[in-house]
Every structure is written in structure tokens, then in C-alpha cells.
């Protein structure tokens, strides 16, 4: 990990980032603070898209964890870069660095986790190895490779194979000792169980047979990186284009993508758990939406004023996340603004404690972006 000053960033990149991020560290119980403040019935509505499918379907909440590896891939698609012409000497040090980050992010992943099962020694086999982090190193690391050794042609058509490939794979090959297309609620039929079972080590996600990081599923998060890589080249030669003509052609784009997706969730079922090929589909499309919406708003009209709490958390999205599990920021804002929440009426509680729980990340976010501090992995 290292701590650097950036001297210039895309400004829609971090604010997009750091609004996904926004209802992980407790954006997501403004709407039921709301509901008992107001009593209106419509924030229910809204509340309802704040936590994950069970199974089959789509939320916003679900995609808060694609939206971000898209992102990864949009920062290395602004200046995506061949290296396969060069000596293996002048390469080496790119392939160090992509295997430091994906070794990195995935023990951070772990801590993240609580660490090793039931504490020191480590019970090796009471860890859950797989991580968000993980998935996201795992899909950047294989996306940058791909940047590094194979034309935007071939990526284009890697990415539909891939998504082809999972799709035949899930839908009409019969797993051992099972059959073909068993998606049924919690997957135990699937080829992301039996995968998950004989390839996964330590625990998965609260014991489930299919882990929603696991094994498998990490192939088609791959495409969400891609995704993310077209898009960033495409803005980057978006002054060739007509900033705003680019604007209207990546919205429609995103709207295309969520069209298709929802189609094929008629046979192949739109699933996070599963990552499966419709999902993928699904959140490329509303990602490109949301970063064309972003872009036009803050590059091109420049309200970085505007969204600047989003702003400063994108800066430090890893370090907040991280901090997310490793630090009771509940009790930090109670600490500091209990008092003043206690007196106020039991309708208004709610909502002030939500307040105070984002006051004091976002302070500390401040402090960091105005001192040019950005931890990166």
C-alpha cells in the first residue's frame, strides 16, 4: 500500500466511485431514517433496493459491488497501454506490480473478513479467503493483462465469449453427478457449488454452498472490468467525438446493455450471487448510464462543488471501505454527538444518527483530500 499525492484525477471517476461507496459506510439507512421522520410509505419503496436480491432479481444495492470494478477498468481504459512489444526486463516490472496488488487487495480482503477464523495461530481452514477486495483484484489483475497483450478487437472478443461461455457452461452442461441449468434458490445444484466445494478453501460467505465470491463467478466479473476499460478509451478520445455527442451515444449504450441483459434474464436469470451473464449485462449497462450522468454533470459542466462529498471519498474509496469493518465509526459518533442526538425527538433520532455517522467519515475524507493524501493499492 502506498500513500502518494495525485496531482490531477477524473473528477465523475472519483465522484461516481465515491457515491457507490456513500451507501456502504451508511447511506443506506437514510431511507428507513426517513420513513420514521415522515411516516410516508414511498421511502419503504426505496428501502426495498438498499439490500441484495435473495436470489433471482436485481436491486440497486447489487450494484454497488460491479459499478466499482467497472470504475477500476474506466481508470486503466483512459490510458490503456500495450507492453506486449517490449523485453521481458522493461515487462517485468508491470507484471510485479499487478501481482503485488492482486496478493494485496485479497489479504486485505481477509482482514476485512476478520482475518484467520479463530485467532492466532491462525485456523487456516476457518477463513474465508474470498473477499470483495478479492473480486475486485482478481478482475482488474486478468483485465490489465489483457489491456497489456491484446488489441481493444480481441478484448471486445473475449468479453463476449467469455459471457457466452458462462452462460452455456451454467444453462446446458450438467454438473457431476448432477444436471444442467439447476439455478434453483441457493445454487446448491450449480457448477459455481461444485466449484466452490472442490477448489475453495477455508469457509465461504456465511456458509452458503455458493459463495457470492467464489470460485467461479470471478470469470464473468472479468467483463465488468472490460466493460469499464472500453468505456474510459472511449472517453478519452471523447474531444474526437463531441464531448456531449459521447455523453449521448455511452447513455445509450447503457441503456442497450440493460435492454439485452433483462432479455436474456428470460432463460438465464439476472443473479448476483451467481454473477451470472444477464447480471453482467445488467450492471454494464446501468454503470455506463451512471458514469455518462456523472461525466456530463461534473466534467462537463464542472459541479465538482456540488458533489465533493462523493468527491473525497472516491479519492480514498479502498481506505474508507477498509475502515468500513475495522473501525466502529457507530461509536465514534455517538461519542461525539450522542448527546445532541438524545435530545432530540424520537422521530428526528433516526436520521441525525445517520448524519453524525457520516459526518465524522467524511471529516476525516477532508482531511485527507485537502493535504493531497490518497492511499492506493
Sequence with gaps: MTTKTIRKRLASLDALRGMDMFWILGGQ??????????????WLLFEAHTVHSPWHGFTFYDLIFPL???????????????????PFSQRQPYYQKALKRLLLLCLLGILYNHGWGTGIPAALGEVRYTSVLGRIAIAWFFCALLVWHTSARTQAFVAIGVLLFYWLLLCFIPVPGGSAGDLAANG???WNAWFDKYFLPGISYQNKVVDPEGVLSNLPAI????????????????????QWRSVAALFSAGLASVLFGWLWDLQ????????????????????????AIFYALVDLLNTQRLVYPFIIIGANSIIIYLASSLVNWDYIS?????????IASADWQPILSVFALLFVQLLVLHWMYKRKIFVSV
Design 29 to 42: 439507512s437514510i431511507f428507513a431514517a426517513l420513513f420514521v421522520l415522515t411516516g410516508w410509505q414511498g
Design 68 to 86: 466499482f470494478i467497472f470504475l477500476s477498468g474506466v481508470a486503466m481504459g483512459l490510458a490503456p497501454k500495450r507492453i506486449d512489444h517490449l
Design 188 to 190: 446448491a445444484g450449480s
Design 223 to 242: 467483463v465488468n472490468a472490460l466493460a469499464g476499460v472500453f468505456v474510459g478509451r472511449f472517453i478519452a478520445q471523447a474531444q474526437q467525438f463531441g
Design 268 to 291: 438465464f436469470p439476472v443473479n448476483k450471487e451467481l454473477w451470472t451473464s444477464s447480471f453482467v449485462l445488467v450492471t454494464v449497462g446501468w454503470s455506463a448510464i451512471l458514469f
Design 334 to 342: 455517538r461519542s461525539v454527538f450522542g448527546g445532541v442526538i438524545a
